[in-house]
């Protein structure tokens, strides 16, 4: 069974960075993050493969870096000028490359004053 944890996450003013991590079981290819607002839909935030290709949603781009860490099978999300918006539950997201997805179980971002 494919595990993946998620940590970092918590409350942070506006303006305010975060990091949060993802340990994986095992390699997977693709790995990236997701987020979900209260009433709203799951939305793609960032993607990295093992090679280090990434791409971001639009909404991200500029404030948020996601990176690897191949050796310990961890993903990252570096989460900067965070703004009011940007609170959601953040998931982890991993998918081999002949398919098959897994979800981490979420950390939540409260970005308030």
């Known amino acids: 069974q494919v595990q993946l944890v998620e940590s970092g996450g918590g409350l942070v003013q506006p303006g305010g960075s975060l990091r949060l991590s993802c340990a994986a079981s095992?390699?997977?290819?693709?790995m990236g993050w997701y987020r979900q607002a209260p009433g709203k839909q799951r939305e793609f935030i960032a993607r990295?493969?093992?090679?280090?290709?990434?791409n971001y949603a639009d909404s991200v781009k500029g404030r948020f870096t996601i990176s690897r860490d191949n050796a310990k099978n961890t993903i990252y999300l570096q989460l900067n000028g965070l703004k009011p918006e940007d609170t959601a539950v953040y998931y982890c997201?991993?998918?081999?490359?002949?398919?098959?997805?897994?979800w981490g179980k979420g950390t939540q971002v409260t970005v308030s004053s």
């Open positions: 997201h991993g998918e081999f490359i002949n398919g098959g997805e897994h």
């Open positions: 095992e390699t997977i290819y693709y």
């Open positions: 990295i493969t093992w090679g280090d290709t990434t």
